[in-house]
Each structure stands twice: as C-alpha cells, then as structure tokens.
C-alpha cells in the first residue's frame, strides 16, 4: 500500500521544482529521490537534515538524521523557510492526522485543544510556510471519515487564503483541490481503490470530473524503493 502513495507523490512533482522534505516524511523522501533519480525529473531536494541535493540517501529512522545524507552542500533550515517567504520554494510535504474541506489542516491535537483526546507532536513551520509554498502535498497513510473531515478539530495550517496548489496523497488515491469551485476532487486512483471506496470514505464532498487515472507499480518502482529503504522502515507506517 505504502509503495502505491510513495509513487502517487512522485508523479505529482516536476521539472524545476525545489522540494523540501520535512521531518519524519519518509514515504515522501522516497518519493522525491524517486522522481528525481528514477524518472528523471529536474528538481532539487531540500530537507531538514540541512543537505541541499543530496546524491544518494539511505532511509533512516528519522529523515531530520544528518548521517544519511552523502557529500551534499549544506543548506540550513532557515534558509530553506527564507526561501518560502521569497515564493522560491516549490513543494512542501505534510502528513497531517486530519484534513478537511477548506484545505485546513491538524497536526495538534485530536478533540478540545484545552483537554485533548489525542495530543500530536505538532506542526512546527506549517502555519508559516503553508500559504506561501507553490504546492502543498499531504500524506495520509489510512484515508477515513476521521483523517478526511468536514472541519478539522484544530488547523495547525491553512492554505484556504493562498492560491497554491494542495494534493491529498492517501491510501485509497489522490485528490486534488479545486480553488474555483471549492471542492476536492478525485484525480488519481490505485488497482485496488475505486472512486466509491474514496467517497464513502471521506466526510466532505469529493467531485469526478473524468475518469481519474490509475496509478501502477512497475518493477522498477519496487526495485528502486528497496534499495532505498533496505531496512523496510517505511511499512512500519503502515
């Protein structure tokens, strides 16, 4: 499942874009080093271990490591955020616990915020750099009527004021937000997703314009996923 939405990120990036991975993100790391390396698109790798393009990448624990990246230039964090501010950031990656219908998204807490069911670790720079990144791509490993809500119990962040581009990458497809008519809608499902699971499973309205693509695994696809995760760490998320 989890090697479907790493390639549903990947197709989702192109030619010119500075991506930046933020911690934690490992089905997108795999997927930016994926377009990158694998189907050749021109786009340069930013991150949280401080490493500006980096050659070559092991998947660690943690993608904030420093010692997983190989000879690459540093670039710290801030500047990577002062580039945000400046309109030169292309992508930013999120994986939000809840994301509703206005693109608001949680990272906080699940319930009241002043006695919380659930509290999350946060969402450090979201609320920043949110608004002001080109495109926003949000992973969701278990796409329900509680991570896909009508309105989210807390927005860490926002893009509902920006004019940028949000993607919803799950486990049953990929939505995209239509500014316009203020809807999501369904752009790309898997072999073993149809449109109905993605609508019975989502709290807010979702529209099919067309008959939305369906994304496959090849073996290279697979190939290039584990060599990069050797360890599997990625399917711990699942």
Wanted: aromatic fraction near 8%; avoid cysteine.
């Amino acid at each position: 499942m989890i090697d479907y939405i790493i390639k549903a990120i990947a197709t989702k990036l192109e030619n010119g874009e500075r991506v930046y991975v933020g911690l934690n993100s490992i089905p997108a790391l795999i997927a930016a080093f994926m377009a990158r390396d694998l189907y050749g698109k021109r786009i340069r790798i930013l991150g949280v271990a401080e490493a500006d393009n980096p050659s070559r990448v092991v998947v660690s624990p943690s993608t904030g490591s420093p010692f997983f990246v190989e000879e690459a230039p540093v670039m710290i964090t801030v500047d990577s955020f002062d580039l945000a501010q400046k309109g030169l950031l292309d992508v930013m990656f999120l994986g939000p616990v809840q994301i509703d219908e206005e693109t608001n998204v949680n990272l906080s807490v699940i319930g009241d915020y002043n006695s919380p069911k659930v509290r999350l670790p946060g969402g450090a720079a979201t609320a920043f750099i949110m608004p002001l990144v080109k495109k926003v791509v949000l992973w969701n490993l278990k796409h329900s009527r509680r991570s896909l809500v009508k309105k989210v119990d807390f927005a860490t962040g926002s893009a509902k004021y920006s004019n940028n581009k949000v993607v919803v990458v799950t486990n049953l497809g990929v939505l995209e937000y239509d500014r316009k008519g203020k809807v999501w809608k369904v752009t790309d499902l898997y072999p073993y997703s149809t449109v109905e699971d993605v609508v019975n499973n989502t709290e807010f309205k979702v529209i099919v314009p067309e008959k939305p693509k369906t994304i496959e695994l090849t073996e290279d696809d697979k190939k290039f996923i584990e060599q990069m995760d050797p360890y599997n760490l990625r399917l711990a998320l699942e």
